[in-house]
């Protein structure tokens, strides 16, 4: 009986581990593909059909979102995300899921984790550049418009309704 959950869990430890590698060759294939902005290393365009989403000090951008009147939100956006290192957060609740793929309470863990990532470049965003409502729509937007999963979160309606219910409270 204990040599059936080993192998259960080694199976599944197997097949984690080939959707974690799955994504990182997806962010590789997205980053050799994509062009560098001229002005900004860090800054990569792209014309996958994708969402804009940062991976450690870089930034990809869609085509869409480069050239849209939203690009200074969603720059800011990610940018707050390669300041403050979520990339390595982002890959951490990846391992807690890979390892304990079995655990629904570490996937619960793990999104909410990431979920907090948002609030904290969320509120970012609005206190730098002090526009909230245009700041909303457009996440509204981008999410509506999402890509494939990468190694972020997708939001559903409920997380975004949480996004903009968070962005809307006052500071206590």
Known sequence: LLN??????IIGLAFMILRLLISF???????????????????RITHAKVQSF???KTIVLSEQHYR?????????????????FHSIDVFCMELIKTLQWFNPLAWLFADEAIQN????????????????????????????????KLLHLEFSKSNLKNRIIMMNQSKR
């Open 117 to 148: 990532l948002e609030y904290l470049a969320d509120q970012k965003v609005i206190h730098s550049l002090n526009n909230p409502e245009d700041y909303q729509l457009t996440i509204v937007q981008f999410a509506q418009n999402s890509g494939s």
């Open 25 to 43: 060759y997806n962010v590789n294939n997205i980053l050799k593909l994509s062009t560098p902005e001229l002005q900004d290393k860090n800054l």
């Open 4 to 9: 059936t959950f080993a192998w259960i869990w």
């Open 68 to 84: 849209s009147k939203a690009m200074k939100y969603i720059l800011a956006h990610e940018q707050v995300h390669t300041d403050q």
């Open 54 to 56: 940062s991976f450690f």
